[in-house]
């Protein structure tokens, strides 16, 4: 395992070069994000992007989604992977933020969590993105990274944000996130990572690392 020092320095680097990371996929509110990380699942931040452009543009509200239906809905997201699955939850979850929150998205992540299609990562997507909470989510970029850098050995996405969050400070586990996936989709990328390119090269011990 790295040391805290080290890992605190891998992170000011970070801080340095893009003090305001930003999530990549688009959205016009706490819904809009909500239903756009739930697309996420298993596709890129580009395709979803690409199919909620016109989605959003007539279904922005949970009301409005309900309005549209399932049908229409799946027509808009059909070119997302297992969008059969994501639109049942997105219509599921539509449903319950206007019968239990008067259709707003709940500032409390076991009201998050109780939503249709939301586990831990989406309800910490959520309350970091939206609602400017120093949470974690973990997906795959962020679990290969944190192994690759050594800041932990957990072998699920929980152990993993665990390890992180009893390092870091919250206003670097606010960014983090952002910065390990921004990292992990356009430097240190999984087929072929771009060392020549890395600003924390020098922190690398992997077997792999090409300067």
Not at 42 to 64: E, I, R, S, W, Y
Not at 78 to 86: A, E, H, R, S
Not at 96 to 117: F, I, T, W
Not at 140 to 164: A, N, Q, W, Y
């Amino acid at each position: 395992m790295r040391s805290k020092k080290e890992i605190m320095e891998i992170m000011d680097i970070f801080n340095q070069r893009d003090p305001n990371p930003r999530c990549e996929l688009d959205y016009q509110n706490a819904y809009t994000l909500l239903v756009a990380v739930v697309l996420s699942a298993q596709a890129t931040d580009k395709g979803v992007n690409k199919a909620t452009k016109a989605l959003f543009a007539v279904a922005d509200t949970p009301q409005k989604m309900l309005a549209l239906g399932i049908d229409k809905l799946k027509e808009y997201i059909k070119t997302i992977g297992l969008f059969n699955n994501k639109a049942k939850s997105i219509m599921a979850l539509s449903k319950d933020l206007v019968d239990k929150y008067g259709g707003e998205v709940p500032h409390n992540r076991e009201a998050l969590e109780s939503l249709a299609g939301v586990g831990r990562k989406t309800a910490n997507v959520v309350l970091n993105v939206w609602f400017g909470e120093p949470t974690l989510a973990v997906d795959t970029h962020v679990m290969r990274i944190s192994h690759r850098l050594d800041f932990s050995r957990g072998k699920t996405p929980l152990e993993v944000e665990k390890d992180l969050l009893k390092v870091l400070p919250a206003n670097y586990a606010k960014n983090a996130n952002h910065w390990l996936v921004l990292f992990g989709r356009y430097i240190c990328k999984a087929q072929r990572p771009d060392c020549a390119e890395c600003p924390i090269a020098a922190y690398c011990h992997c077997p792999d690392k090409r300067i």
